[in-house]
């Protein structure tokens, strides 16, 4: 029971640190490099074009529905993002259509696998 409470203690401090350590760092005397404000500039496009490819790794294109399921819900991500301009909204429609698409299986039965 130590152990565990030790160890959630330890993770807190950690976790708090990684969190407090740039504000600490670089404060109102210290600006930010600008290296750093590139990263923030292209790591989050960077981030989610890996994400995609990941996602779609794995897709079958030589069987029904032939990658259907993934194509609709990255097409629906794509356009909700355009709309929207929301990262969470669009990738949590996305999920929500993918999701529909394999729990009903619409498109397998439409290609009659």
């Known amino acids: 029971m130590l152990d565990s409470v030790i ?3 330890i993770i807190i401090v950690i ?3 990684s969190r407090a350590l740039p504000f600490i760092i670089f404060n109102s005397k ?3 490099p600008v290296f750093l404000h590139y990263l923030g500039k292209v790591l989050p496009n960077a981030i989610i074009g890996m994400l995609i490819v990941y996602c779609l790794k794995g897709t079958e294109m030589s069987a029904a529905p032939f990658g259907l399921n993934e194509i609709l819900a ?3 991500v794509v356009v909700c993002q355009t709309i ?3 990262y969470v909204v669009s990738i949590l429609a996305g999920t929500i259509l993918y999701m529909y698409l394999i729990q009903s299986g619409i498109l397998s039965h439409f290609f009659g696998s």
Do not use: A, E, G, Q
Request: net charge positive; charged share 15%; aromatic share 6%.
């Open 7 to 9: 160890i959630v203690l």
């Open 15 to 17: 976790t708090f640190l």
């Open 30 to 32: 210290r600006h930010t």
């Open 74 to 76: 990255l097409m629906c």
């Open 84 to 86: 929207l301009k929301i």
